[in-house]
């Protein structure tokens, strides 16, 4: 079955601008997180999106970041501004339970 | 607050050598661990959980680990490595009571023929 998808792959964009990273979680996970591994790094928590409770934002580096989740499926990070120390890969996981985390191939984020 | 260490940043093995990737854990709960497996331009991939079943916890592709508590540890190994388990792996520990992951900063394995 299709598993996570993310868009796009990759991203270029300037210092300032605004972009919008999408996910596609597995039908039916009512999990959904975000995180962010930079060059070298292990992966850090940015937020993440459980049925309808209020997601867990605890790992926003930014009030320049945000996501949301519509309809309790595909979900969109907002990075508003860029600034150069946002480049990374971006990840997305979804999860049917507290049991696994299925990932994404991730977006490649680079801000010139 | 919940936590996973991971030890080593690099390990380093001969090809059919035993791998030992070390992890440590802080929580005050019986914790739920994972290890995951990042190879080069792949997505990551669940090697094998732990959650209060069986301490020693068999995985995938041959490898295994035990969940001791008395060292707060889960470790990760396989007795014979090979080319293919060059990769980066991670330590997870889930947050009690929530759907939230902690990940170690990962391990790089490399594997020397």
């Known amino acids: 079955g299709a598993g996570v998808s993310q868009s796009p792959s990759n991203k270029v964009t300037e210092k300032g601008k605004d972009v919008e990273l999408r996910c596609d979680p597995i039908?039916?996970?009512?999990?959904l997180y975000w995180y962010r591994q930079s060059l070298g790094q292990g992966l850090e928590f940015l937020i993440y999106?459980?049925?309808?409770?209020?997601?867990?934002k605890s790992g926003l580096p930014s009030d320049r970041f945000s996501a949301e989740r519509t309809g309790g499926s595909v979900s969109t990070l907002t990075i508003q501004r860029t600034q150069q120390e946002d480049s990374a890969v971006y990840l997305c996981?979804?999860?049917?339970?507290?049991?696994?985390?299925?990932f994404g191939p991730g977006t490649r984020l680079t801000v010139l | 607050a919940q936590s996973v260490t991971q030890l080593d940043s690099h390990v380093s093995v001969s090809e059919g050598t035993p791998v030992l990737l070390r992890c440590n854990y802080s929580?005050?709960?019986?914790?739920?661990l994972f290890w995951y497996v990042q190879h080069p331009n792949k997505g990551l991939q669940l090697l094998l959980k732990?959650?209060?079943?069986?301490?020693l916890v068999k995985g995938i592709n041959g490898f295994e680990a035990e969940f001791k508590k008395s060292e707060t540890s889960f470790h990760l190994t396989k007795p014979s490595a090979h080319m293919s388990d060059a990769a980066e792996y991670f330590c997870?520990?889930?947050?009690?009571?929530?759907?939230?992951?902690?990940f170690g900063t990962g391990t790089r394995l490399k594997v020397l023929a």
């Open positions: 997870v520990v889930r947050v009690s009571g929530t759907y939230k992951y902690i």
């Open positions: 732990y959650t209060s079943a069986a301490t």
């Open positions: 929580s005050s709960y019986s914790p739920s």
């Open positions: 999106f459980q049925g309808n409770s209020a997601p867990d």
């Open positions: 996981a979804s999860s049917p339970d507290s049991s696994e985390q299925f």
């Open positions: 039908s039916g996970h009512t999990a």
